[in-house]
């Protein structure tokens, strides 16, 4: 294999795994929202398939989170630093302007820095904080009668529900990102080649 080796086995089962259950929660999360949409004919069939996509969800992002902080990788590749902030606008000019001008990334990924500024601090929101607001929100509305009194704490049902949904609307626009800018490297199909084999070019 030609490139760095910069996805674990591991994480390259983590992340196709996840990308499923994201996948079945936000078509099952629109007919919920959107009942005359008839994706799937049996509405109780949806409701069960988003509860337990919900819970496969949790399971995953906690996967993830032990695995990084067995091997380290939490500090090593979330953790902005310093020249991570000062690194951020020639990354966004890149993206921006630069990119269509056939120019050179600023950034080469290494097995000790496989993010560049802007995608640590796209992929820290998400997994440090959107993940576990979803989850969190998602958990108390898998039982609402159980965790009623701590529902109404955080402001009642249509609170949680405004939190959930914008949350799942940030997921949607997030993976719109992330699936565009996964074409842009060496070739359109670089990026999703190296999920797979674990080498990015």
Do not use: C
């Not at 409701?47 to 337990?52: A, I, P």
């Not at 989170?65 to 966004?92: A, E, H, N, S």
């Not at 704490?153 to 800018?181: E, K, S």
Request: net charge positive; glycine share 6%.
């Amino acid at each position: 294999m030609s490139g760095i080796y910069l996805h674990p086995l591991p994480i390259r089962i983590w992340h196709w795994t996840n990308a499923f259950i994201v996948f079945v929660l936000i078509i099952t999360g629109i007919q919920l929202r959107t009942p005359s949409i008839n994706i799937i004919q049996d509405y109780r069939t949806v409701v069960l398939l988003h509860k337990y996509f919900g819970f496969a969800m949790t399971a995953s992002f906690l996967f993830w989170f032990f695995y990084y902080i067995i091997t380290g990788g939490l500090i090593k590749y979330y953790l902005l630093r310093l020249k991570d902030i000062k690194g951020m606008p020639p990354q966004v000019f890149y993206y921006v302007f630069f990119i269509f001008n056939g120019k050179k990334n600023p950034f080469s990924p290494s097995t000790d820095n496989k993010f560049n500024p802007m995608q640590k601090l796209a992929y820290s929101s998400v997994m440090f904080v959107f993940t576990p607001l979803i989850i969190i929100t998602g958990i108390l509305f898998s039982d609402i009668t159980y965790f009623f009194s701590l529902i109404k704490t955080i402001g009642g049902l249509r609170i949680l529900d405004a939190i959930h949904v914008a949350t799942a609307y940030i997921f949607v626009l997030y993976l719109v990102v992330h699936i565009y800018m996964a074409t842009l490297g060496e070739k359109p199909h670089s990026h999703v080649k190296g999920m797979i084999t674990g080498y990015e070019e």
